[in-house]
T-cell receptor, first 112, second 114 residues
């Protein structure tokens, strides 16, 4: 079965640089969620989109922005990167009218 | 707001034996969902099992089952016939109905002893 696709899988950036993470939800899923998992931490909710509109927002820094496109894929844009942004970033998606979030493999971001 | 507590940072079990991972939660919502996810060394987050709070019957998925005690706000995961592939970090999570944000516990690292 098709799963959530995230790219790139690994990303290395310098401080103050910009990064863009992409997420392709499972086909026919319409809601996308972003989570950040720091080393040894549990995943923390960042933001979600439904039908291209932001539907909920968590502890997402102002330096981060995200959007969902007409094909339902989503991009997380991160600017002025800091060392503390080094983490595993997960995207998840849900089928219309359901609640179970299916996670992608994650993008490991390392900020040097 | 929701809180999820996993009081066992690490657990180990002999292969083929049974192990139970504990989870308690707190929410002011009357309707919600509870989940167990596993995160193996690959770091992928994999859904293990899901429980709807309004259902009294405990969810079961093959070797995985839960003991859901709504009044006690407890949601433990039982793994029967443990296999080497079960070795992972297990996260308990709560999602209020109509909400978008999954709240996770801090996880329990499960080791399988051959």
């Amino acid at each position: 079965a098709a799963g959530v696709i995230q790219s790139p899988r690994h990303l290395i950036k310098e401080k103050r640089e910009t990064a863009t993470l992409k997420c392709y939800p499972i086909p026919r899923h319409d809601t996308v969620y972003w989570y950040q998992q720091g080393p040894g931490q549990d995943p923390q909710f960042l933001i979600s989109f439904y039908e291209k509109m932001q539907s909920d927002k968590g502890s997402i820094p102002d330096r981060f922005s995200a959007q969902q496109f007409s094909d339902y894929h989503s991009e997380l844009n991160m600017s002025s990167l800091e060392l503390g942004d080094s983490a595993l970033y997960f995207c998840a998606s849900t089928f219309p009218g359901t609640d179970t979030q299916y996670f992608g493999p994650g993008t490991r971001l390392t900020v040097l | 707001a929701q809180t999820v507590t996993q009081s066992q940072p690490e657990m180990s079990v002999q292969e083929a034996e049974t192990v139970t991972l504990s989870c308690t939660y707190d929410t002011s919502e009357s309707d919600y969902y509870l989940f167990w996810y596993k995160q193996p060394p690959s770091r992928q987050m994999i859904l293990v099992i899901r429980q709807e709070a309004y259902k009294q019957q405990n969810a079961t998925e093959n070797r995985f089952s839960v003991n859901f005690q709504k009044a006690a706000k407890s949601f433990s995961l039982k793994i029967s016939d443990s296999q080497l592939g079960d070795a992972a970090m297990y996260f308990c999570a709560c999602l209020p109905f109509g909400n978008e944000k999954l709240t996770f516990g801090t996880g329990t690292r499960l080791t399988i002893i051959p």
